[in-house]
């Protein structure tokens, strides 16, 4: 079993700057992948980035040039550095990882309990 926990949400103004981080303990063997989605009210859930043990990056488009995602592979976390921050970024933030257990042949998804990032204007 992995857990995740999250920290470094928060309220900040427009314009201003916000780092998330994610670590996964427990029962690690193989990460594939670890990322930030995010959730809005009354919105479905979003990838808002996401790095590959591979080193692919992808990034919503509307983050492109603000966020930077990263990772520290030996401490199992992941970091999201958004600045620039606009009220339209206001949601609940959740760590995503995919990890494939040892002996299992299938990769299995984990989410972080949430952090709220509230952008005032």
């Known amino acids: 079993q992995v857990q995740l926990v999250e920290s470094g949400g928060g309220l900040v103004q427009t314009g201003g700057s916000l780092r998330l981080s994610c670590s996964a303990s427990?029962?690690?063997?193989?990460?594939?992948?670890m990322g930030w989605f995010r959730q809005a009210p009354g919105k479905e859930r979003e990838l808002v980035a996401r790095t590959t043990r591979d080193g692919t990056i992808n990034y919503l488009d509307s983050v492109k040039g603000r966020f930077t995602i990263s990772r520290d592979t030996a401490k199992n976390t992941v970091y999201l550095q958004m600045n620039s921050l606009k009220p339209e970024d206001t949601a609940v933030y959740y760590c995503n990882v995919h990890h494939k257990p040892h002996g299992d042949s299938a990769v299995r998804q984990y989410w972080g309990q949430g952090t709220q990032v509230t952008v005032s204007s």
């Open positions: 427990g029962s690690i063997f193989s990460i594939y992948a």
